[in-house]
């Protein structure tokens, strides 16, 4: 017999008017952001309830209390990187993969900000006003 209970939802990877929650961390639907001024949203808070327990088996405990920022830390976007997968769930857009890990890997997009590896590297090249005046 199949009733509602019967039903199992994905909650980790699910879409409405208000929400996209992709691999557990929610965003508003509109904007496609963690923190939002005009929706207005801050899923922050739940977000980093879902890895919390993650958090706890790879870092120590120094880690925790000094790299770690909890709910003031910078929110992630999704503005242009989902859409609608043929089942309705949301996908992202590169792999068009429902709880696409490579795109949505919330726990180990924080884990390598913890860590110290989430630095953007700029590459720049000088420029020499005069080239004739090279180091050989």
Sequence with gaps: MDTQFNKEDDN?????????TLNGFSFCTRHGLE??????????LTNNI?????????????????????????????????????????????????????????GGKILTEIQGGGKKVRKTTRRTKDKSTRLE
């Design 12 to 20: 980790y990877n699910c879409v409405d008017s208000d929400n996209v």
């Design 50 to 106: 879902t890895i919390e327990d993650m958090l706890h088996e790879k870092l120590t405990e120094e880690e925790l209390e000094t790299k770690w920022k909890g709910d003031d830390r910078e929110p992630f976007s999704v503005t242009k990187n989902w859409t609608r997968g043929g089942s309705g769930k949301p996908c992202c857009i590169t792999h068009k993969e429902v709880a696409c890990e490579e795109c949505f890997n919330w």
């Design 35 to 44: 923190l939002c001024g005009k929706c207005p949203t801050d899923n922050r």
